[in-house]
């Protein structure tokens, strides 16, 4: 079965700062998806990634497909205490539903 | 964001209680879908729906029992659980169930099982 690896599990960042997750998958990626969660409450979409090399933005986050490498990374540029939480990342599997990383959480330092 | 919601959103339950979980949506989805989280667990698919027809059933216990009576709205029925069952109960809906369709959860519930 197909598992998604999250990189690094958790991170705290000054604000203003830069930074990179990263969603690894065991088989090759049809679709990926990317949530943020704040802690005990559901979770909200931010973009959906389906052809390798494609690249996505919203505000302040970049999300890019690699699939050659079934890979995906999601970067925030000059981080706000906003972007604070926890965010996963799922795919599309042979099947009715996603499956999810492990999530990784954010904090971030004013 | 009121797109898909869920009540109520905390339930705290003893062993023998039996309770339900209710998930309503507002954006005309065909699918819905149950997941639970638990701590530092990636979610868990429990069931999905389709048109109101189960189409997956991930080896849930038989304590957990869904209904989905229309597409708008899908409860998940409780009884005689267990502490381990104690997470975060995820509900979500979708266009249709092919790969490219996009998920929207409600807020969750969080159970607690004494």
């Known amino acids: 079965s197909q598992e998604l690896e999250q990189s690094p599990q958790s991170l705290i960042v000054q604000e203003g700062k830069n930074l990179t997750i990263n969603c690894t998958s065991s088989k090759t990626l049809y679709g990926l998806y990317w949530y943020k969660q704040k802690y005990g409450e559901g979770l909200i979409f931010l973009m959906m990634?389906?052809?390798?090399?494609e690249e996505k933005s919203h505000e302040k986050i970049t999300a890019k497909l690699d699939e050659k490498k079934q890979q995906s990374s999601l970067h925030i540029t000059a981080s706000q205490p906003s972007h604070a939480g926890i965010y996963l990342c799922?795919?599309?599997?042979?099947?009715?539903?996603?499956?999810f990383g492990k999530g990784t959480t954010l904090s971030v330092s004013s | 964001e009121t797109g898909v919601t869920q009540t109520p959103r905390h339930l705290v339950m003893g062993m023998t209680n039996k309770k339900s979980l209710k998930c309503e949506q507002h954006l005309g989805h065909n699918a819905m879908y149950w997941y639970k989280q638990s701590a530092k667990k990636p979610l868990e698919l429990m069931f999905v729906?389709?048109?109101?027809?189960?189409?997956e059933n991930n080896s849930v216990p038989s304590r957990f029992s869904p209904e989905c009576p229309n597409s708008s709205h899908l409860f998940l029925h409780l009884h005689t659980l267990q502490p381990e069952d104690s997470a975060l109960y995820l509900c979500?809906?979708?266009?249709?169930?092919?790969?490219?369709?996009?998920?929207?959860f409600g807020p969750g519930t969080r159970l607690l099982v004494l």
């Open positions: 990634l389906q052809k390798g090399g």
């Open positions: 979500a809906s979708s266009q249709g169930v092919r790969r490219g369709e996009t998920q929207y």
């Open positions: 729906y389709s048109l109101e027809e189960r189409v």
């Open positions: 799922g795919a599309d599997q042979a099947g009715t539903a996603l499956i």
